[in-house]
């Protein structure tokens, strides 16, 4: 006949199915559940920051992009209402595509880039394809016709009010206050109950 274990102080040796919910209600804890919310809102935004470094410095001829789009800031209300100074507005970049009037699209003029609504195509003097561009507020259209070669890309959307939230953020004051110090605080979320539990246990076995 079988008979039940018993320990040396009187108890039956049964699994410690307190010390396993203890540390399942160590892992569920606020200041975990906190960090794991941080990090699923914080880490795009790293993720973002860290590719548009990147695309940077591998093409400096070109504003940085993600994945094909490339973030740009809306310093005037030419384009007004369909997106306003302080915007953040994204570009599909499509080098060397056809276009159409009504597309609005991003040219480089010079040092700075312009996006404006193609109001007409012709063809210039050498018999090369030109498109007119006019921004919507605008009473005129722009001085210059644009190449085809000028062109980075065509507007997909807007994020109102953004633009400048995302030239700090890529600033190395911006990306240490936006990313690396919450990034910094999700992590000692994670450490610090690891820590304090260690340290209790250090104490018991002082006393002990």
Same mark, same amino acid.
């Given at each position: 006949m079988e008979t039940e274990k018993?320990?040396?102080?009187?108890?039956?040796?049964?699994?410690?199915?307190?010390?396993?919910?203890?540390?399942? %209600?160590?892992?569920?804890?606020?200041?975990?559940i906190i960090g794991i919310i941080l990090c699923v809102l914080l880490l795009p935004g790293f993720f973002l920051s860290i590719v548009l470094l990147i695309s940077s410095l591998g093409n400096k001829d070109l504003p940085p992009n993600c994945f094909g789009y490339t973030p740009?800031?809306?310093e005037s209300d030419s384009m007004?209402?369909?997106?306003?100074?302080?915007?953040?507005?994204?570009? %599909?970049?499509?080098?060397?595509?056809?276009?159409?009037?009504?597309?609005?699209?991003?040219?480089q003029s010079n040092s700075i880039y312009v996006t404006h609504r193609i109001v007409?195509?012709?063809?210039?003097?050498?018999?090369?394809?030109?498109?007119?561009?006019?921004g919507d507020a605008n009473n005129s259209p722009d001085k210059d016709p644009v190449q085809i070669d000028q062109?980075?890309?065509?507007?997909?959307?807007?994020?109102?009010?953004?633009?400048?939230?995302?030239?700090?953020?890529?600033?190395?004051i911006g990306m240490i206050v936006c990313v690396m110090l919450p990034f910094f605080v999700v992590l000692m979320l994670f450490i610090a109950p690891y820590l304090i539990?260690?340290?209790?246990?250090?104490?018991?076995n002082k006393q002990n």
């Open positions: 018993i320990t040396s102080d009187g108890g039956a040796n049964l699994p410690d199915n307190d010390s396993k919910g203890g540390s399942k %209600r160590r892992f569920f804890n606020p200041s975990n740009m800031l809306v007004s209402p369909v997106f306003s100074e302080d915007d953040l507005v994204l570009i %599909r970049n499509k080098k060397n595509a056809s276009y159409s009037v009504g597309d609005i699209i991003c040219y007409e195509i012709t063809v210039d003097d050498n018999g090369n394809t030109v498109y007119i561009t006019k062109i980075l890309g065509v507007y997909k959307m807007r994020i109102k009010n953004m633009g400048k939230t995302l030239l700090f953020v890529q600033t190395p539990t260690n340290q209790k246990k250090n104490e018991e």
